[in-house]
């Protein structure tokens, strides 16, 4: 198990940016394949964006494309999902999630089921 924990999410207005943290305090985070999903009441978690370990390939959902983006400081164990533009529809609990492998199929890599890794999740709200 790679403890996965996740930071910054907090009360914003609409329009506003927020960007939010993942970390673990374990050596093989380098290495994972860090995906951001998110999560609302009564439905299934959804699919935001996706960073190899590099840092070289990322996915995002097509929702999100331009205005999302996912990083990650190797060298601080972080990965990062900056959020532009901010909506009420993006109120939810945003998980990052943890793998080891970047499937060369977009649809290997968005499932929530092929990230073993997860972190409590942290809650964002847009206020209008």
């Known amino acids: 198990q790679v403890p996965l924990e996740e930071y910054g999410g907090r009360l914003v207005q609409v329009g506003e940016s927020l960007k939010l943290s993942c970390t673990a305090d374990?050596?093989?985070?380098?290495?994972?394949?860090i995906g951001w999903f998110r999560q609302t009441p009564g439905r299934e978690r959804e699919f935001v964006a996706a960073?190899?370990?590099?840092?070289?390939?990322?996915l995002y959902a097509d929702s999100f494309k331009g205005r999302f983006t996912v990083s990650r400081d190797i060298v601080k164990n972080t990965a990062f999902l900056e959020m532009n533009d901010l909506k009420p529809e993006d109120t939810a609990v945003y998980f990052c999630?943890?793998?080891?492998?970047?499937?060369?199929?977009?649809?290997?890599?968005?499932?929530?089921?092929?990230?073993?890794?997860w972190g409590q999740g942290t809650q964002v709200t847009v206020s209008s």
């Open positions: 960073l190899s370990w590099s840092g070289d390939s990322t």
């Open positions: 374990d050596r093989t985070f380098s290495s994972l394949i």
């Open positions: 999630a943890g793998k080891k492998i970047w499937t060369m199929y977009d649809s290997g890599n968005i499932g929530a089921d092929q990230y073993p890794y």
